[in-house]
């Protein structure tokens, strides 16, 4: 049995089929709705029932409060109808025009950009087509197996064919070891992409504030390389916080935008605050160095991306300070589930951050 589901704002209506999510059917109905890491962990993708009734088939996601819960809020990644739906939720208009598609990639260049982060450069493999994507999405590399891997696009359009990705190096990573060991410059990858919603909004003339953890900064960089590009006069501060000076491995970058660009500003935060005192940069986690800085975020756009924990962190946080919810955008990155497990099976004991 199927089941309809509306959107207030537009009016658009798809269909859901019994067990599917909602968000799996908006998507292949051709429509964008939010949505970051698909697993219930970053609230990408929360939307307001309005109407109508849903479930969780496995368990409830972990990116929704109990106030948030009790206000009919729902994760589109993971709720199943189990009637029609009236929704209230944001809709990317521009992310529609970018149809996903399967394309092989060349390997055109590899280099290590930190102990533990290599950069690929992809170029499409001869005969096959570009790719067509926005500042801020992401791939998945298609695994021979059947498993994924999603990176973001470290690089905007505007600057040709060739896509970036940063890949850190896990532990209990099979694909990220073979990266750093084995994959060599002439090798094809298959992806699949562009996804993700974490894109530019460009009708607004609010400041942005930009906050990256970690390799969170990849896509961060291609927002920033399309806002540039632009020439926008809006007012840019990048945060970029990591746990060592060494983990913010492209620094000297963003260093040259805040001495070019008048209207850039960076600041680099570290979480050690001992490598802090060394380096001579903020110490501290950089969601609270936003607010030590704005602690009234009501007039900003509102950029972030990194693991879970800061998103998650960053949005209660920034909520408080007056950002309105509509004018946050975030992207999450996890591991892989059966990367976690490798990882959680080798570290009994020890917290994942």
């Known amino acids: 049995m199927a089941y309809t589901v509306t959107l207030k704002a537009s009016g658009h209506q798809f269909a859901v089929e019994a067990g599917e999510t909602v968000l799996d059917a908006a998507q292949r109905a051709g429509l964008a709705l939010p949505y970051s890491c698909r697993a219930g962990l970053c609230g990408s993708c929360k939307a307001q029932v309005l109407e109508g009734h849903f479930i969780y088939p496995h368990n409830p996601p972990t990116a929704l409060n109990a106030a948030e819960r009790a206000q009919r809020a729902a994760l589109l990644c993971q709720a199943v109808p189990v009637s029609d739906l009236l929704l209230e939720v944001r809709e990317v208009a521009s992310v529609e025009d970018m149809p996903r598609r399967r394309l092989d990639v060349t390997v055109a260049a590899k280099d290590l950009l930190a102990p533990d982060v290599a950069r690929l450069r992809l170029a499409p493999a001869p005969g096959a087509p570009r790719l067509r994507w926005l500042p801020g999405q992401y791939v998945e590399v298609l695994l021979d197996d059947g498993r994924r891997r999603a990176f973001s696009l470290a690089r905007a359009p505007h600057l040709g064919a060739e896509l970036e990705v940063h890949v850190r190096h896990v532990a209990g990573g099979g694909f990220t070891s073979w990266v750093f060991h084995e994959l060599g410059v002439g090798e094809t990858l298959h992806i699949e992409g562009p996804q993700g919603t974490f894109v530019p909004r460009e009708d607004s003339e609010h400041p942005v504030i930009l906050v990256a953890g970690g390799t969170g900064f990849a896509p961060v960089k291609a927002l920033i390389e399309h806002f540039l590009h632009l020439g926008t006069r809006r007012p840019l501060h990048l945060y970029w916080g990591a746990r ?79 950002l309105p919810e509509d004018r946050l ?7 892989a589930p059966d990367v976690l497990e490798k990882i959680l099976g080798s570290r009994a004991g020890i917290a994942i951050v």
């Open 244 to 322: 060592t000076a060494a983990d913010l491995y492209l620094r000297a970058l963003p260093e040259r935008w805040a001495r070019e660009v008048p209207t850039l500003d960076f600041v680099p935060v570290v979480s050690d605050p001992s490598e802090a005192a060394r380096a001579g940069l903020r110490a501290g986690f950089v969601h609270e160095t936003v607010l030590e800085d704005w602690p009234d975020l009501s007039g900003f756009d509102v950029y972030m991306c990194g693991p879970p924990a800061l998103i998650d962190a960053g949005r209660r946080s920034f909520d408080e300070a007056g």
């Open 329 to 335: 955008y975030f992207d999450s990155f996890e591991y």
